[in-house]
């Protein structure tokens, strides 16, 4: 199926048909990337995201860092930074490091979930479009390496005061930074978009028993 397309550079209207695996589409008047086919793109984008939810939870509920400096030891989790900014006074700094590295990875986990799994069936579930719509919105606003980058800088300054011990958290979240990367680079959203236009619609009226009628949009 031929779909029409803007190019994102110069707004030139193109109607793009399939593409091969493999093939690069570039627009004729800019030369701007336009899509790219990725191999299995729906599964492997699955697998990325389930891994990384997995992640999640380790990085959430597991200790980050214990510190030990003459006898006294203290564990520290992945949010104190944020409870610790809110203690400061800095509130509102302590928010946007909450949505850019706790919040906004976990909605971008949970909405590819929530569109792809039963888009992978072939089943789109209420307000699957929107939902994909946020998160490529939101995508951009995901900044947990600069969380991380800061992280790294205090702990290097911290071993020359105290033994630093990196716990479980830690090491899930250096993961979950390459699995959402890789997530987002195994992601087709040109196919998605497709996809969701063809999709069986689960009736709004069932949700969420999850009782799927087959009426085809
Ligand atoms: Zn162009």
Redesign the pocket.
């Known amino acids: 199926m031929n779909s029409i397309i803007a190019?994102h550079?110069?707004d030139?209207l193109l109607t793009l048909p399939e593409l091969e695996m493999g093939v690069v589409a570039e627009?004729p008047?800019?030369?701007?990337f336009l899509r790219r086919t990725q191999f299995n793109s729906l599964n492997r984008t699955l697998g990325w995201v389930s891994a990384g939810l997995v992640l999640y939870v380790i990085a959430v509920s597991f200790p980050f860092l214990s510190m030990t400096t003459k006898g006294i030891s203290k564990t520290t989790a992945l949010t104190s930074g944020i409870v610790v900014l809110y203690q400061q006074n800095m509130a509102g700094m302590g928010a946007v490091v909450l949505v850019t590295c706790l919040l906004a990875p976990l909605f971008s986990m949970l909405s590819l979930l929530y569109v792809l799994a039963p888009l992978r069936l072939g089943y789109r579930f209420p307000w699957a479009a929107q939902l994909f719509a946020w998160y490529l919105r939101l995508r951009p606003w995901s900044m947990m390496e600069v969380y991380m980058l800061g992280i790294l800088i205090s702990m290097v300054k911290l071993t020359k005061m105290a033994l630093v011990i990196p716990g479980p958290s830690f090491y899930s979240f250096i993961g979950l930074i390459f699995v959402l990367a890789a997530s987002s680079v195994s992601l087709d959203p040109h196919l998605v978009w497709s996809k969701l236009a063809k999709a069986h619609r689960v009736h709004q009226e069932w949700y969420p028993l999850f009782r799927f009628t087959h009426e085809k949009s």
């Not at 008047?29 to 701007?32: E, M, T, V």
């Open positions: 190019c550079d110069c030139l627009c008047r800019c030369g701007a």
